[in-house]
């Protein structure tokens, strides 16, 4: 009776808590049902994710073989509801605050329609009583190596006993669905101390009482450095913790953030800040990974870094442009393992180079520079909920043709930084040149771009 829930089992990890939960919502214990999966055909396999709650992690989701349908308002949520092929409604704990569908309206819809609600609930932390729970969520997820400092590989599932005791049964060590998802006994009674501890341990409110001493101690390392400021920001909401924001002017420190954040890697001893929640000249700190000594030594790496800024600075010299890349490119792209045919059409203006790129399945804009034969490329593809970054680097060769290296990502909207931009790995391509017609003017037949327009 930790959170006062009716039941709970240890799961491993959010994603894999939320391909049970469908898989529990889809096909129950039924075993028929649950031997096909993610053979859903013919049953209500459908999970509701509000416009706004969208996120990262749903592939888990239809991992278990469910189609995600995106709704708005409360008429598209009846409409979608009154189909009866929803099996769950999937909601994002931290975005509940600022939702355009109140989470009491999409409770008592989805109840209305014997349809249950799971709150993905896994950067926040759980409390006696839950908050979800105690609000008429079915299911509540929480990460367990988090707040709770628990088995990074695990997670707490919360909630209605028989939901969650399918979720057990269709998991190991049962022939099923979740056969591959095991959570080992010294990792369930791992996550089980730390949900004990967070929620009723004197030394877990010890620790998040030093939340901010440590952030200000961090401040005070970098105060008396010209151009630099501190904020501690108390974020309102679900959001658990409190963190630290440093902006500084770059006519003072002639760094960007992610020259920054290099910077601490390469440092003795490393040290790896958030890349997604930083703009060119701020980083934001989180403290709830942080001792009170690696506190310290935080604060410490950021003051030399930013005193010695010059020394990380890059060079401002400009080799001249060696090559015109303005055309229609034919790109074989090599990943680890296969290939796949691409189109590029680029225009160039001195070093800036922007244009289309176009894969099997989809199009996106073009951003880079090329600096005497040296081109690098950016190519995002916006989708829901994760776009698409093809990152090019290649040179210029003497036959017109461009050969390097290319790095594969996807980044939700909040996490646009290099780290997820790069999260699916590295690559080579191959360029060449199939047209050198007006940017935007194909010929006709071609179907991938026409008249500078994405089709």
């Not at 009491?104 to 932390?125: E, F």
């Not at 060696?322 to 070093?351: K, M, N, P």
């Not at 996490?415 to 003017?441: C, D, E, L, S």
Request: aromatic share 6%; proline share 5%; hydrophobic share 40%.
């Amino acid at each position: 009776m930790l959170t006062g829930a009716e039941w709970g089992l240890v799961t491993a990890g959010t994603a894999a808590s939320l391909a049970l939960a469908t898989a529990a919502c889809i096909a129950g214990n039924d075993p028929e049902a649950m031997l096909r999966l993610p053979d859903t055909s013919g049953m209500a396999n459908k999970v509701i994710i509000p416009e706004d709650h969208r996120f990262a992690y749903e592939q888990a989701i239809r991992l278990a073989g469910a189609q995600i349908v995106s709704v708005q308002t409360p008429d598209e949520l009846s409409s979608a509801l009154g189909t009866g092929e929803v099996a769950m409604v999937c909601l994002l704990g931290r975005n509940e605050g600022s939702s355009s569908l109140p989470l009491d309206t999409l409770l008592a819809s989805a109840h209305a329609a014997g349809v249950p609600v799971l709150i993905n609930a896994a950067g926040l932390s759980p409390a006696n009583p839950d908050r979800w729970i105690g609000r008429g969520a079915d299911l509540v997820v929480y990460a367990g190596g988090k707040y709770l400092r628990g088995p990074q590989s695990t997670a707490i599932v919360l909630g209605r006993r028989k939901l969650c005791e399918a979720m057990w049964w269709n998991s190991a060590p049962h022939q099923a669905f979740g056969r591959s998802m095991k959570v080992g006994k010294e990792e369930a009674i791992g996550a089980v101390v730390a949900l004990d501890r967070w929620i009723n341990s004197a030394a877990a409110e010890k620790e998040r009482d030093g939340w901010r001493p440590r952030l200000q101690n961090i401040a005070v390392r970098l105060h008396d450095i010209a151009g630099v400021e501190t904020n501690v920001l108390s974020w309102a909401g679900s959001v658990t913790a409190i963190r630290l924001k440093v902006s500084w002017d770059k006519s003072d420190i002639p760094l960007d953030a992610e020259g920054l954040r290099m910077a601490l890697l390469r440092q003795r001893p490393r040290i790896l800040i958030h890349d997604f929640w930083s703009t060119p000249t701020s980083i934001i700190l989180d403290p709830i990974n942080l001792s009170d000594d690696e506190a310290d030594t935080v604060g410490r790496a950021l003051s030399a870094i930013f005193v010695r800024s010059q020394e990380f600075a890059t060079s401002a010299q400009v080799p001249p442009v060696e090559a015109d890349v303005t055309g229609r490119w034919q790109v074989e792209v090599s990943f680890l393992h296969g290939a796949s045919e691409h189109r590029i059409e680029l225009r160039q203006h001195g070093t800036d180079v922007t244009g289309i790129h176009q894969t099997a399945t989809s199009h996106g804009r073009v951003v880079g520079k090329i600096l005497g034969s040296q081109i690098e490329l950016e190519a995002e593809h916006e989708a829901t909920p994760i776009h698409l970054f093809y990152r090019f680097k290649g040179k210029v060769g003497s036959d017109g043709s461009i050969v390097g290296t290319a790095v594969f990502g996807g980044a939700a909207p909040e996490h646009m930084g290099p780290v997820f931009k790069g999260q699916y790995g590295p690559g080579t391509w191959r360029a060449t040149r199939i047209a050198i017609n007006q940017f935007g003017a194909v010929p006709a037949g071609d179907g991938v771009i026409s008249e500078g327009r994405e089709c």
